[in-house]
């Protein structure tokens, strides 16, 4: 082979070469993006789903489904978001499950979430959650219009409620009037939330427990014996004057048409709509109204919040702009309060739409 011959071979080895760096390179581009969509299906962010989805509380859930209507008014082509009303604990562990297309972008929440659920979340990769107080609500007490009149207080809800009041023993209260003299001899029969519902624990925290520690002994017991406080004075009771009612508030809304001496517990908004069938029954001599709710003034006032995954804030399409909905109508003029929503303080309002701008996440040193 002459000199001229070997160069053109060498040559073509080099090309050769080169072609096979190339291909090299350009497969393991393509198999670095396969595992990029693999983890995007399953445990990145989430970019395989062209819909917003939320899941969550029943309280914050036809405030969510207005904000959809609003997101889909604003971004024609867009897919109107799927809302799923699960509970806030139930949406808590759908949403804790992982990153990524097949777990929800959003939780809904009508309390906060709890640091056991934020540390479940961090431990399955949804690292990166950003939390938005929305506005306010009240935990409502209602009867229907032909009901009695009940007057109530958190000692009185607690002791009629309670599966052991003050450790005491089962509850063996079977009308009002034996929970306490001054009301009338009616059976005791409470609708109200589940267990996965935040409204439930709302209850639990604002109402029950105020009540139980009424009793000087239990705020002993919180220090000595943390399950114990809690079993004690947030357990309910299971013999058929408290009936658990779905996430399905507006069915509580017909039982209380069917069952006149009967009460309802429910988000604020659910009495605000219903007023022309339903009627406040006042905690602690105080109404639930948008002023007493907003102000603080109301026992059962407490904050709604949303939770979102940053990791999916690029990769689901309209995210952003679904929360810049939330924040452009959760004014006290605007559409969301005419829904019922009580506007949260101006300076809540204010926080919350620069959490929106710049995303800031949870750090979850504050939660309990």
Not at 153 to 179: C, F, H, M, R
Not at 268 to 277: A, I, P, V
Not at 338 to 350: E, H, L, S, T
Request: aromatic letters at 6%; a neutral charge.
């Amino acid at each position: 082979m002459g000199g001229g011959e070997v160069r053109i071979a060498a040559c073509m080895t080099e090309v050769f070469v080169k072609h096979i760096a190339l291909f090299a390179a350009t497969a393991a581009a393509a198999l670095s993006l396969a595992g990029c969509g693999d983890q995007s299906a399953g445990g990145g962010a989430g970019g395989a789903r062209d819909q917003i989805r939320a899941v969550g509380s029943s309280t914050v859930y036809p405030f969510a489904t207005a904000v959809a209507e609003l997101f889909v008014q604003g971004n024609p082509g867009m897919k109107s978001p799927i809302i799923e009303s699960t509970g806030t604990g139930g949406g808590m562990k759908l949403f804790c499950q992982g990153v990524g297309a097949q777990y929800p972008d959003i939780e809904n929440a009508s309390r906060r979430i709890k640091k056991s659920e934020f540390e479940d979340c961090q431990k399955n990769g949804v690292k990166d959650i950003i939390e938005v107080q929305v506005g306010v609500d009240g935990l409502a007490f209602a009867e229907a219009k032909n009901g009695p009149g009940l007057k109530l207080t958190p000692k009185i809800v607690y002791e009629a409620l309670a599966a052991n009041p003050y450790g005491k023993g089962a509850n063996k209260a079977q009308t009002w009037k034996d929970v306490d003299p001054s009301l009338p001899p009616i059976a005791i029969s409470v609708f109200g939330p589940p267990s996965t519902s935040g409204t439930r624990d709302s209850l639990a925290e604002l109402i029950l427990e105020k009540g139980c520690q009424s009793d000087p002994a239990m705020k002993a017991l919180k220090e000595k014996n943390e399950d114990e406080y809690k079993a004690t004075c947030t357990r309910v009771r299971e013999d058929g004057k408290y009936v658990d009612s779905g996430e399905n508030d507006n069915l509580i809304v017909q039982k209380l048409g069917a069952n006149p001496n009967a009460i309802g517990i429910f988000g604020y908004s659910f009495l605000e709509e219903n007023k022309d069938t339903l009627k406040d029954v006042s905690i602690n001599g105080v109404e639930a109204t948008y002023e007493t709710v907003s102000t603080g003034k109301y026992p059962g006032a407490r904050p709604l919040y949303i939770y979102v995954k940053k990791a999916h804030m690029q990769a689901i399409p309209g995210l952003q702009a679904y929360l810049n909905a939330f924040a452009a109508n959760w004014n006290p003029d605007g559409v969301l309060t005419k829904r019922g929503m009580v506007a949260a303080p101006d300076d809540v309002r204010k926080a919350s739409a620069e959490t929106v701008k710049s995303l800031a996440v949870l750090d979850g040193s504050q939660l309990k």
